[in-house]
């Protein structure tokens, strides 16, 4: 694919350097990281009591936008999972969220059954209680891909001039994969890609 690639990690950001490379490609790769890596994300919330100040659909908007650390070894995509969608253990993750005191409601809040699939920063702001509100929810999460919502992305990434000839792919995570198994998990689904084409041929 390239003939020369070299990788740094500049504080947050996993540099991908391709020399003699044409941009399409790398540009290939930087869409199939915000297309087709999988994360968890929050896709159902239950409403069991809500007394905040926001509506329901705006917590449940809020909630679908944390990032979920990932663990793609132990999970299937629903659609594809052995109980025919239906949901198990395999393939989505049961969280709850439940809170009485007084103030803001923080993503640190949301307790999940597999402390695997956790947020990735316990300091999203979710909504705000007043003395005497409460807050329960439960939740269920579930692997999905960036080009069925946005939710799903797994990083911030674009490309940046480099020295000659030399094209930068940065990733900057947002928290549910490392930058670098971001990026190792777009060369495996390109080539997965590459091969059905090839099959199709």
């Not at 540099?15 to 199939?32: C, E, L, P, Q, Y």
């Not at 052995?82 to 439940?98: D, H, I, P, R, S």
Request: aromatic letters at 6%.
């Amino acid at each position: 694919m390239a003939k020369n690639i070299s990788t740094t990690q500049d504080g947050d950001e996993f540099i991908v350097s391709f020399k003699d490379t044409h941009n399409t490609i790398v540009n290939a790769m930087r869409r199939i990281i915000l297309d087709e890596v999988p994360t968890f994300a929050i896709e159902d919330v239950e409403v069991v009591k809500n007394e905040s100040p926001l509506y329901s659909e705006t917590v449940a908007h809020r909630l679908g936008l944390v990032p979920l650390k990932t663990d793609l070894k132990s999970y299937n995509f629903k659609e594809s999972c052995t109980c025919g969608g239906v949901g198990c253990a395999l393939c989505e993750v049961k969280l709850t969220l439940a809170q009485k005191e007084e103030g803001y409601v923080f993503s640190g809040s949301i307790k999940s059954d597999d402390p695997q699939i956790v947020p990735a920063d316990m300091n999203i702001p979710i909504t705000k209680l007043f003395p005497g509100n409460e807050l329960e929810l439960n939740l269920k999460a579930v692997l999905g891909r960036g080009r069925v919502h946005a939710k799903w992305a797994p990083a911030h990434t674009y490309l940046k001039e480099g020295d000659k000839n030399e094209v930068n792919l940065v990733i900057e995570s947002f928290g549910q994969l490392d930058s670098k198994d971001i990026y190792n998990n777009a060369i495996d689904i390109l080539v997965e890609k590459i091969n059905e084409l090839e099959s199709n041929l």
